[in-house]
């Protein structure tokens, strides 16, 4: 903080004059125009895909999809109706659910934990320990599939016997890298103040995690959760490779690729499977899109 | 802090998860069978119908796994000790690798009654799914290859005759060229696949051209790519392509994208955009799906791929797919003599697709005239010789693949092509 | 579904539910309270020295067993070939043979581009998204539209860019978003991902219209959590916008520019999805990572293993980067 503050400093001894109102007016129009024009360019791609959901077949080859929003007309549920029609669909939604959210609170809990104390803790090998964390970003997922799946077959942890722990298990243990990663950054940022100032009241460790940390860093531990949910409920090889694809445990991913023939029949219903299988992470998203404010931490030493 | 709610909250949740780990998925009484291919949609339905009967009779469960990546998924599976009991693959070269490496549990000692066997089915068909001497593959359906469709409106509108022989068809293809239109519709474009139905072209001159001892050795890797035999079939090929692949509709940019399923619209357009299109029989599918009303027999129909060398007529390429057992267990044994009867091969073949490599196949089973026709091909053919590119090592195919794309966007290279693929021959068939 | 039907299933799933509701949690709360009580046990001296321990040791200890002990053994895997023959570093030779024209080679061209491009263009756009945003009171609808890609799996990701690089011959109605843009221009129709000399730059923008949304949101946080009375008196003073992003708002992002650029470039080196399902590498694009699927798809182990531990072994000095930017924020503190 202290950068900042010598900023301001600097500033206030200058003085200078500032824009008037008219030019600030100007430059309000230029950002919203600027904000939503890259917007709809944005959006075009994923625009084209849902006007395509709703286009037979016989449309997909032969016309754009923007020829769709002109008349004649030639929308259908088609689709649709064939992705909703799907066996076990409502099966592999729950299951879905079923994978994707502990295998998002795990991880996110271990790694609020750990990377608290890897900011804020002193231990031994702290540094090398984090770096070797960092570097096992790296690690290609199909690398580790033979012997993590081999040892879950000696032990037992396959689907017939525990169900998804296993899967679990795995996701928490790729998804802890980044997860450490991105919330040790965090709350590193937190400034040193506040831990001094919550010493001097005694306040315990556990206290200052819970009371303090946590509460001021909900935006990043939001941006966590969206993003572990996210990969998790898109993950097709993971889930393939340590439950399968039969109907009792497959996930939606597996399910909605199994929509699709093996030499690509009925490839117009992914564009359908991909909207319903947005959904989900995009409530996720917007419901949590709430925790990202400002000035949760404004005034908080000063208090 | 409240400890003691958090205790016995503690104590609930282990009972809970102790009871829930506990109690597994119940256990079936006749024992289940895991099936493991690449079948999906369409297809997987296709499939499961297949095997209704099966449980319907023996009480037996099965239950069917399927991905596009199985090649990945049976390795890893394998490796890690979980095989399923029977795999179903395309790629019969995955299979053969398999069995040579201990994987496979071999089929013509007790497993499949040999002699009935022998009878249902042509000495190619068996010796396809033999590795060293020991049956470990047997293929339920079939497909030909080396089908030229086109629109017989078209034919007649233009005054067009049906090619008998390899001077007629390349003279068929120039007046056509003449009139102002490309002749040809091709399509290469198939995901991680993209290439195929080049070879598939380049397959079929190969044999027609040079015979099924070129054939069989060039697959085996013992004739080489650069040899003027094979080099001659892409030249031929290239003479169909057109020097820039002008023969052909869109030239190479379309070519290249155009996905293989709507190859052959261009066929139906109108003016149409093209006259012939090479592909397996499943393309009737897609050509009745992508352009609505058109019906088998007045709006397309085909002529098989004639003769490029007399001496080796009636020849044609076909390919099929295969079953192989992983797991010797007595449920996965019945399914595995279940799967090359006729009766339950028929079940699918009723839905449209497929056809069946089974000499005791009735005819009447197949959904319509043209899918009769093309089975009469395959049966008839006096020289039928197995898909090369599903036999070769899969980088060897890989490669092969590549080359078709590469081919297509600059015919020139084609020597360098061809030392390339001569350069993954060198390594891919060692084991 | 019938009700039987739909009853049996629920009961079938009472168990997996009953896990995840109460199982989870349970043992979280376990971890956490028996941790304390663990910690509470100590001896004073020992507890802020043994402490850190209890609360790294469960991720150190998933992290040992699902990604160090399979690298480890892909390491050793590396060493022998497919019938577990030492082989020493042949592998490796046999990989980065043929210089520069060699698979391998072109492959780690790709991944180059991919880590410099996809990279760059993701953080400019992310922050970009980010900053501007936070100015309109419509941000949270902007940043879902934006965030949206993220939430399409790759296959529909790759499905959409299939479709947007569609081509039809010139003089026809192109069907490719991308193509019809051009012929707005009067520009003739070109193909993409199957053209060598731009397939990489194709793929790779498709990537990055999938990624912004990901550095846009951890941006956006790392903005909220700058104070607003130190944005207000910056403005109060005069400053404008442009200067106050570059002196006040930029530097203070910059550790978590750092900790997203740092995931980017990882994931451009695994990046291996998105053009597996477009072009498999046909066309000039292979990346490492797709030659290792390849590799291991044949049972190649020993030569993917080697490809793995090339992977890996790339992001060192991304890593030495890291260790820079950290000690020079932990001596400001």
Known sequence: ?303 | MRSSGFKSLLTVSVIALLVTVACGTGSSDKGTVHVLAVWAGSEEDSFKAVLAPFTQKTGIKVSYESTRDVDALLQTRIAAGNPPEIAGLPSPSTLSKLASQGHLVQLDNGIIDMTKFSAQYSPGWIQQGTVNGKLYEVFSWAAVKGLIWYDPKNFTAKGYQVPTNWDEFISLQNKIKGSGTTPWCVAVESQAASGWPGSDWVKEIVLSQSGPTVYDNWWQGKVRWTDPAIKQAWETWGTILGPGDSNVYGGKNYILSTNFGNGGDGLFANPPKCYMHNQASFITDNFVKNTPGIAPGTDFNFFPLPDVNPAYAGAHVGSGDAFSLLKDTPQARQLMQYLVTPEAQAIWVKRGGKLSPNKNFDLANYPDDITRQVAKVMTGAKIFDFDAGDIMPTPMRDAYWSAVLAFITDQSKLNTILSGLDQVQSTAYKA | MDFNSLLSTLLADVPTLAAVIIGVPAVLAAYIVGGEFLVQRLPDKARPSLRPWIWVGPALIFVAFFLVYPVFGTAWRSLFDNHDNFVGATNYGTELAGFPSGGAWIAIRNNLYWLVLFTLLVLIFGLMFAVLTDRVPYESQVKSLIFMPMAISFVALATIWKFMYSYQPPGEPQTGTVNAFLALFHQDPRIWIQDANVANFALIAAAVWGFVGFAMVILSAALKGIPGDLLEAARVDGAGELTIFRRVIFPLMMPTIVVVGTTLVIFALKAFDIVYVMTNGNYDTDVLANRMYKLLNVGDTGLASAVAIILVAAVIPVLIFNLRQFRAVEARR
């Open chain 1, 1 to 303: 903080m202290t950068i900042a503050s010598e900023q301001i400093a600097t500033r206030a001894a200058e003085r200078r004059f500032s824009p008037d109102w008219l030019g600030q007016g100007f430059s309000k129009v230029l950002l919203h125009v600027v904000v939503l024009g890259i917007t709809l360019v944005w959006i075009v791609p994923t625009l084209g895909l849902l006007v395509s959901s709703f286009r037979p077949l016989s449309a997909f080859a032969s016309s754009g999809w923007w020829t769709a929003l002109s008349p004649p007309f030639k929308f259908t549920l088609d689709n649709y109706s064939g992705v909703l029609g799907s066996s076990n669909l409502g099966g592999s939604f729950f299951n879905s659910f079923m994978i994707t959210i502990p295998a998002t609170v795990i991880p996110v809990t271990i790694a609020a934990f750990a990377a608290y104390a890897f900011s804020w803790m002193k231990f031994w090998g702290r540094d090398f320990l984090f770096l070797a964390l960092v570097g096992l970003l790296a690690v290609p997922l199909q690398a580790t599939f033979v012997p993590i799946l081999k040892l879950y077959v000696q032990v037992g942890l396959t689907p017939q016997n525990v169900g998804f722990v296993g899967l679990w298990l795995v996701h928490t243990g790729y998804g802890l890298p980044f997860a450490i990663y991105l919330l040790a950054n965090f709350f590193r940022a937190l400034p040193t103040d506040l831990f001094e100032s919550a010493e001097i009241d005694g306040a315990g460790t556990l206290t200052v995690f819970f009371r303090i940390v946590l509460p001021l860093s909900v935006p990043a531990i939001a941006s966590l959760v969206i993003f572990q949910f996210l990969w998790i409920w898109n993950d097709y090889l993971v889930a393939l490779v340590y439950v399968g694809s039969t109907p009792e445990v497959a996930p939606l991913t597996v399910t909605l690729a199994q929509l699709v023939g093996s030499l690509g029949q009925g490839y117009q219903l992914l564009t359908a499977a991909a909207f319903f299988s947005m959904i989900v992470p995009l409530i996720v998203f917007f419901s949590l899109q709430r925790y990202f404010v400002r000035g949760i931490l404004a005034g908080s030493v000063k208090g």
